[in-house]
């Protein structure tokens, strides 16, 4: 399969905008090519559009080459960039799977992009031919998420290189939680499927959701495309730094995914012994998906009494579901003591 096929024509023939620090960035010049501020403040020249030393510590830290990656104002926007560039509006499709996140879908409706949602099993994972029924040739991208978002499972690597495989679509795997859990990323796929994009995201484990900073890892050929579509300064200045800054605290990142994986069990535990929980899904992701026939009025005792959790009600398989976010221990001991009360029928704030 070759990658330019799954690419909208308009989009391979675009002429990109040449922004004005394309040519001359590294250039000891006096600037009064961008109509920016001669005022130095620490951001009031354009940030570099390719975010070159940003992309070279990760390339480095995730062993691909910088031509490998984009980043994105969050992985969201890499979603949306996906679609917007492979999709031709009211004539292609994407498959996505439900429970799942929906931020696949809402950025297909967006674009008028026809939806086509598969179930996944009991055991939520794809149904591999479903899939294959639903796929026609006009399935542009399959999203997959792992671990999965919002049960916090994993699939099987080689159920994911199966598919790049046998689809001449693009498989997207969204990785947002990778680094909670010991499975292997399919970043180790990219070699040998041009049809693999891994999205991944800074948001969770590296703590920077407020900078947004989302990462794709594709072939070089997609990239360059992607690179195009993209707005020119889609990464601010500070973002940028504040990025290459905290990436270097290898030791603070460990210790705090450490931390979340600790609590993880510790909160699992506690759920299961509660008997609060219809199901109590274990989880290689930094939150707990639990079932109860009494979901809402728990979330809503939850809320009133502080703490705000996800209600996840997605029939026919999810229903009564709460998602929890593993906090920090000072948290999750409230949550906990909460949760005892409401055991107890103790109501705080009534
Ligand atoms: N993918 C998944 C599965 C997510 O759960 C999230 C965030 N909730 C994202 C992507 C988006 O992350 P970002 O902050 O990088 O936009």
Avoid at 108 to 126: G, M, S, Y
């Amino acid at each position: 399969m070759e990658i330019e096929s799954l690419i909208r024509k308009n989009i391979r023939e675009l002429k990109p905008y040449r922004c004005a620090r394309d040519e001359y960035e590294d250039m000891d010049a006096v600037f009064l090519d961008a109509n920016e501020s001669p005022f130095e403040n620490g951001f009031n020249r354009y940030p570099d559009p390719y975010q070159r030393c940003l992309k070279f510590i990760l390339a480095d830290f995730k062993q691909v080459a910088a031509e490998n990656v984009i980043l994105g104002n969050g992985s969201d926007e890499l979603i949306d960039l996906l679609i917007r560039s492979l999709c031709r509006p009211g004539i292609d499709n994407i498959i996505v799977f439900s429970p799942g996140y929906t931020m696949y879908e809402v950025c297909a409706a967006i674009n008028d992009v026809e939806v086509r949602k598969i179930n996944l099993t009991v055991n939520f994972l794809p149904d591999w031919r479903k899939v294959e029924q639903q796929r026609d040739c006009c399935t542009k991208i399959i999203f997959l998420c792992t671990p999965h978002n919002p049960v916090g499972n994993i699939i099987p690597l080689s159920d994911i290189e199966n598919l790049c495989k046998v689809s001449d679509c693009m498989v997207v795997v969204d990785e947002a939680y990778i680094d909670f859990t010991d499975m292997p990323s399919a970043i180790g796929l990219l070699e040998r499927y041009e049809n693999l994009f891994v999205l991944q995201t800074l948001s969770k484990a590296w703590g920077m959701a407020g900078l947004r900073l989302g990462m794709g890892f594709a072939n070089e050929k997609l990239i360059a495309v992607l690179n195009r579509v993209k707005p020119p300064y889609n990464i601010g200045v500070l973002a940028q730094q504040t990025a290459v800054r905290t990436l270097k605290d290898r030791d603070g990142f460990r210790n705090n995914v450490a931390c979340i994986r600790r609590e993880r069990e510790r909160l699992l535990q506690a759920f299961l012994q509660s008997g609060i929980f219809e199901k109590v899904y274990p989880s290689e992701a930094n939150f707990i998906l639990v079932t109860s026939p009494q979901a809402d009025e728990l979330y809503r005792f939850l809320l009133r009494n502080g703490i705000v959790t996800r209600l996840r009600d997605i029939p026919p398989l999810l229903t009564g579901g709460i998602r929890i976010t593993v906090g920090n221990r000072e948290e999750n001991d409230r949550l906990l003591g909460l949760l005892a009360c409401w055991t107890n029928k103790l109501y705080p704030s009534e």
